[in-house]
């Protein structure tokens, strides 16, 4: 009897143990937002409405990309750490077979290391674009009202803190400036508007590459859900993106509620396991009898004393005697 009601203590102990985890492994809440650019954030920041909407298929790698390009897009978006050289080479023979890269970047030194290693002379600059009079809110959400008639029904492109291009491949073609209203942010200390570079600049480009074409952006949250409704953002997307889109986050930063969430569901995963649930229900059978086996004695004495006390006409001894026997045998 008291194996059995030692099986059931600890059966209930783990489903409770599990059932916990699981409840906050379920409450994603808890962690936060997901990082930047994430498909799966759903705030402001995020891709979510980009990858519901063009149906784009994530990736962690590019190892992972088709070995024929034909038909596919890959965006790389905001990305905040460099490509090594077997990823660009990797990228470069997706988009010579066939296939579209979209690079885009307000940043340059990262999104410069993709176009060094595919071996593309065009450049993102780094230099933070302005314009006092075509912008949104402020200026430095910036709005490109020159676009090339390529990018069908698009009169304008919003930016959110954007960079400019350089444009130097042969074959290459800007499909849209900044206006003549806009400059570069002076970064240097004492440095005046009057001398800074002035527009208008390029701020999208189509490569030819191979058999492939390479667009660039230069703005890393064209695309992100509060931006990619404004404007001609979501028209220049689909001029560009004419095939299955694929999304690499193998290159976005990762933020402390992305860490906590993934090191979470690898416990959740670890806790799911039958192997661990029962190894859970027999530590806890295990601990329960051990705790019984070494109150085992006293509570025994008190059963006897308890015993001699109902029945007076019992002897102690005689019936202590009678205990060892049957512990005997």
Known sequence: MRVRTAVAVGVVAALLFVSVAVYFAASVSILGTPGDFAPSNTSWNGLSTLASTEHAVVLGNVSSLPPDGTGYVLLEDGPS???????????????????????????????????????????????????????????????????????????????????????????????????????????????????????????????????GTVYLVSDDSVFINSMIHRDGNYSMLKDMAAGTMLLDTSHFAVSPATVARNFELSVYAALSLWEFKYSLVIVGVAGILAYRSRAGPRAEEEELKALVREHPEWSEERLRRLKEEMDGR
């Open 81 to 211: 750490s460099p490509y090594t050289s077997a990823e660009s080479a990797r990228i470069s023979s997706f988009v010579t077979s066939g296939g579209t890269l979209i690079v885009a970047d307000g940043q340059a030194a990262i999104a410069n290391t993709l176009l060094a290693g595919m071996g593309l002379s065009s450049r993102f600059t780094g230099g933070v674009l302005t314009d006092p009079l075509f912008n949104f809110r402020n200026s430095f959400l910036v709005v490109a009202p020159t676009v090339s008639p390529s990018l069908n029904n698009v009169t304008s492109i919003a930016f959110d803190y954007a960079t400019t291009l350089a444009v130097s491949d042969p074959g290459a073609k800007v499909l849209a400036y900044s206006s003549d209203f806009s400059y570069l942010y002076p970064t240097q200390p004492g440095a005046s508007i009057a001398g800074a570079p002035h527009g208008p600049f390029p701020v999208a480009a189509e490569i030819p590459d191979g058999k």
